[in-house]
């Protein structure tokens, strides 16, 4: 549910071309999955994008290309997320290919947890390193980088407001306090004319759902029927959300948790 996971958009409805021409996005955790649909998404726009990974570089490199084959601009840039001076590194790998950032995407992030019982406190400490301090000095560090006008969109979850998946629990709580993030920042930088939005994807397809999904017998129907309308999601299903609230026709969205799990919730 959400973060950085495999393959790209496959569909969704293209915004006004070129209504992101001239700015710059940077997409953590884009060489797969939501992250990559979400880059795709943002180049096909018009935005030069940023294309974060963090250890696969041919994963991140082929997103590149799909964008550039697309008629795009993009480029990479490899950190790993989790570590001390992470933020910092990122942003001097930014800066050898920008001087400043339009649209910031913090969707990079370890998709799952241990259960209760089992998780012990390095892996706990990972998940919330990865997952929620990463986004926050990112942010704090490219506060000086961030145009005034700008969007910064994280990726959360359905699992920050529904308990479907309760042994996911640790991985949820690093999601609910990015959304917490999220509504304060979006105080914080309101008067730059900066927009703060969480979005929370449902069950999407990807590398990070594969087992549940395609591995599991009867994983596939029992993940349609949890949505309202009745199929799994894609990660243009999220990007898309991405792209309206990147775009000026979600310019008076702000400090929102954006349900983006197809109903189910419900």
């Known amino acids: 549910m959400g973060t950085d996971e495999r393959s790209g958009a496959t569909g969704g409805t293209d915004g006004a071309a070129g209504s992101l021409a001239g700015r710059t996005a940077l997409v953590t955790g884009a060489s797969r999955g939501i992250g990559r649909g979400v880059a795709e998404r943002l180049a096909r726009d018009g935005a030069r994008v940023a294309v974060h990974y963090g250890s696969n570089e041919a994963a991140a490199q082929d997103t590149v290309a799909a964008i550039r084959a697309a008629g795009g601009s993009a480029f990479a840039i490899g950190v790993e997320l989790g570590r001390p001076g992470d933020a910092e590194a990122l942003w001097a790998e930014f800066d050898r290919h920008a001087d400043g950032v339009d649209i910031l995407v913090n969707n990079a992030g370890i ?122 999601g894609t990660p243009a299903d999220v990007a898309d959300v991405v792209a309206f609230l990147a775009s000026d026709g979600g310019r008076w969205v702000t400090g929102s948790w954006v349900d983006a799990t197809g109903g189910s919730l419900m």
């Not at 990865?130 to 704090?140: D, E, L, S, Y």
């Not at 961030?146 to 990726?155: A, H, K, P």
Request: zero cysteines.
């Open 111 to 232: 998709g799952t947890s241990p259960p209760l019982e089992e998780i012990d406190e390095e892996q706990y400490d990972r998940v919330f390193a990865v997952n929620t301090k990463a986004p926050f000095f990112i942010v704090q560090h490219g506060l000086g980088r961030l145009r005034d006008g700008g969007r910064i969109v994280n990726i959360s979850t359905g699992l920050a407001r529904d308990a479907v998946m309760p042994d996911k629990v640790a991985y949820s709580m690093t999601k609910a306090a990015l959304d917490v993030f999220s509504r304060d920042l979006s105080k914080l930088l309101g008067p730059r004319g900066i927009t703060v939005n969480s979005v929370g994807p449902g069950l999407i397809d990807t590398d990070n759902t594969a087992g549940l999904l395609h591995r599991t017998p009867g994983g596939w129907e029992r993940g349609a029927a949890m949505s309202a309308l009745g199929r799994v």
